[in-house]
């Protein structure tokens, strides 16, 4: 198998092209990444130098890199190139415009024109917020709320539309909220790792009682093998985990984890049009792939901590100006 991984140097990515170099040794991947600020090749360094791995960069919406990529015999394109930071979003839509709708037009086109199978990683975000006791199936109308799961939503659209029209080899899998290793620490989880760490205050927005689904990273990387191998045209797939938590839950389990003290949870302005609560049915990828997550959330959250607590130079590295231009902006003096 000659996969292509766009986007193999953000979180998943990185993940995924670690999992599958040592479960599918007999792959040949290759990862193409425009290496912007949330995606870092030195992720992947130890398995290009190994020469398990092969990179190029590349932008998903230049259709003469995508057809030169394509060349080289790829049986099955998984799509992780994407901008996915919410709060982002709210404050630059047009770059998720671009990567995250254009771009998987682009990289459909493409795929269509080389008969290559398209596996597109979405999110549960575009289903919106889940009332109390109802969790969304695949076939539940989109009612995104930001302009990031906006942007996914269409690319998941364009995509049923291409499986549709042209009878494209496309599907997609809409996983939960991940946490693991390599996640750029905008996110909630190595964001509040990060400042607990060092002894600083976390921004909890609102109330902190908003609730999301988590899944640990290995798990949603053993979900994606699996689907490899099972691959089905058109459909979609709802990817869950049996543990939801508030926000302000979580947080306190990180302060308890790292042994600081609880007053350094900070309420501050809630996000605009924030989701109180996500919620899927992941029972659809369950019955076909009998894949269930291995991960509680607490060893999850334990074995988070400890990465990032083990890579300090790691988190260094991803805090550039552009992160703390980023952060000053966001949350001002926190
Ligand atoms: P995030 O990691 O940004 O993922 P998503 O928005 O895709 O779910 O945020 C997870 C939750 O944590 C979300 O409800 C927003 C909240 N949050 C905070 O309360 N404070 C923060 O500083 C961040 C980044 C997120």
Not at 210 to 224: G, H, I, K, M, N
Not at 234 to 246: P, V
Request: glycine share 8%; proline share 5%.
């Amino acid at each position: 198998m000659n996969l292509l991984i766009t986007g193999g140097c953000g979180f998943l990515g990185t993940n995924l092209v670690g999992h599958l170099a040592s479960h599918r040794p007999e792959y040949h991947l290759t990862v193409f990444d425009l290496l912007t600020y949330a995606g870092a090749k030195s992720n992947i360094k130890s398995l290009i130098s190994k020469g398990s791995v092969a990179f190029v960069q590349g932008d998903i919406c230049y259709p003469d890199q995508l057809d030169k990529v394509l060349e080289y015999g790829i049986d099955m394109v998984i799509n992780l190139a994407a901008e996915t930071h919410v709060d982002r979003s709210i404050l630059d839509p047009g770059d998720f415009v671009r990567s995250n709708v254009f771009g998987v037009q682009v990289l459909l086109d493409c795929c269509r024109k080389k008969s290559v199978p398209l596996m597109h990683i979405s999110t549960d975000e575009i289903y919106g917020p889940a009332p109390k006791g109802v969790s969304f199936r695949e076939d539940a109308a989109f009612s995104p709320s930001s302009p990031y799961a906006a942007s996914k939503a269409s690319a998941d659209l364009l995509i049923l539309a291409a499986v549709r029209t042209y009878g494209q080899e496309a599907m997609i899998i809409r996983p939960v909220n991940n946490l693991g290793p390599y996640q750029y620490p905008e996110k909630l989880i190595p964001l509040f790792v990060d400042r607990l760490m060092r002894g600083l205050p976390v921004p909890v927005y609102g109330d902190g009682k908003q609730t999301r689904y988590w899944l640990y990273v290995d798990d949603f990387c053993s979900a994606v093998e699996l689907a490899i191998e099972g691959f089905s045209k058109g459909e979609c797939h709802n990817l869950s985990s049996q543990t939801e938590i508030s926000n302000i839950d979580l947080t306190r389990q990180l302060i308890e984890i790292i042994g600081c003290k609880q007053e350094l949870i900070r309420h501050v302005d809630d996000r605009p049009g924030h989701d109180r609560r996500y919620a899927i049915d992941g029972s659809k990828f369950v019955n076909k792939f009998g894949w269930l997550p291995k991960f509680e959330l607490d060893r999850a959250l334990r074995n988070t901590v400890k990465w990032y607590q083990d890579n300090p130079g790691w988190l260094k590295s991803r805090k550039t100006k552009e992160f703390e231009q980023y952060f000053d902006r966001q949350y001002g003096s926190l």
